[in-house]
């Protein structure tokens, strides 16, 4: 068996997780076969991903933004064969996210012995149970568990039992530039002025907490900095009713996925940006606006608290999701704006790909 590396990510959920986590493997000699789906978004990281050396794409129509469902289940089965067929060549096979369980499971189970599963999130956004057992059966077969924070080890270990503890590792998230050419933007001081916004970029779910805006237009305190208040990222249909009060609030609302040079524009911005989370074991966000040099403040939920601690950034970590908290993250930012930029200057050191790998990647290493 060689010591080659498949990641499979069927749906191409986390295409820009997969492309950075596949560079970094391929930086260190190792051979890595992609399987996933062509997508309406983020394909240039699928088409970037095919110009790395040591680096071969395979993919499917499976998701949902280029096929219908029925078309998209015969392209899964498909790549799921492809993935048997060169079984042999690789030492191991990396499930990123399950995209069909009952015919990915027959499959994990004759991979068993080289299967390793990152486990992003402990149940899925939203699963009201305790165990989601179609992540239980998978990490039953797989002979090591990546987390990509401590946050969604530690929950799924509550849920799930010690047992699987021997075989738990962390792979820290890492840097996650919007674009897949473009490296880390320095935090420095002449780049960021004093913060002319509150803005908040993401996809828009109920556990995100976007309701905090709606106090921050009723905040005196607020409206007296003259700061503008921004919501950019597409909205789930459930939260229509807040997205429109937050609006009538004076909120600037942007209900849409940004194209490439609106992003850059946006993260370029003097801005303080807010992830008032209230459940969340990892953000995405979070390592995206550290790669291109933005200062944020973040709610004590999962990971998020657990970065601000590590890097001493707990001044900039909202005691509670309110417009006090959020004032007094301002007030931090402007008393200590250099150990602010000195200190998330070394976050973005710290969680860069080739960094975390060398460190935590032994899952990565053949067994």
Known sequence: MSGDVALLDGGSFVLPYDFQLVRALAAQGRAVTFFGSRTRYNGEFLEAMRG???????????????????????AYVALLLALLRRAGRFRVVNLQFSAWWPVELPVLA????????????????????????????IATLARALVFVSE???????????????????????GLLPVAPELGPEPYAAARRGAPRALVFWSNVKAYKGVELFAELARSPAIRARGLALRVVGK?????????????????????????????????????????????????????????????????????????????GLEGLLMRERSAEAVAA???????????VLARLDAAQRACAWDVLLREAGAAYGGG
């Open 329 to 339: 993250c301002l007030d931090h930012l402007q008393a200590q704006r250099g150990e």
């Open 52 to 74: 790395l050396p040591g680096v071969t794409v395979i993919d499917r129509g499976v998701s949902g933004t280029v096929a219908p469902r029925w078309r998209g289940a015969l």
């Open 151 to 173: 946050s969604t080890r530690d929950d799924f270990l509550r849920r799930y039992g010690e047992r699987f503890r021997a075989r738990c590792t962390v792979l820290p998230h």
């Open 235 to 311: 909205w789930d249909r459930e939260l229509h009713a807040l997205r429109d009060e937050l609006c009538a609030l004076g909120v600037a609302i942007d209900d849409r996925y940004l194209d490439r040079a609106e992003l850059l524009r946006l993260l370029a911005e003097d801005a303080l940006f807010l992830l008032p989370y209230r459940d969340a074991s990892q953000s995405g966000a979070l390592y995206a606006l550290l790669n291109h040099g933005c200062v944020f403040a973040c709610a004590d939920a999962g990971d998020l608290g657990a970065f601000m601690r590590r890097f």
């Open 110 to 137: 004759l991979l068993r012995r080289r299967l390793v599963f990152t486990v992003h999130n402990a149940v899925p956004h939203g699963f009201a149970g305790r165990q989601h057992a179609p992540t239980r059966w």
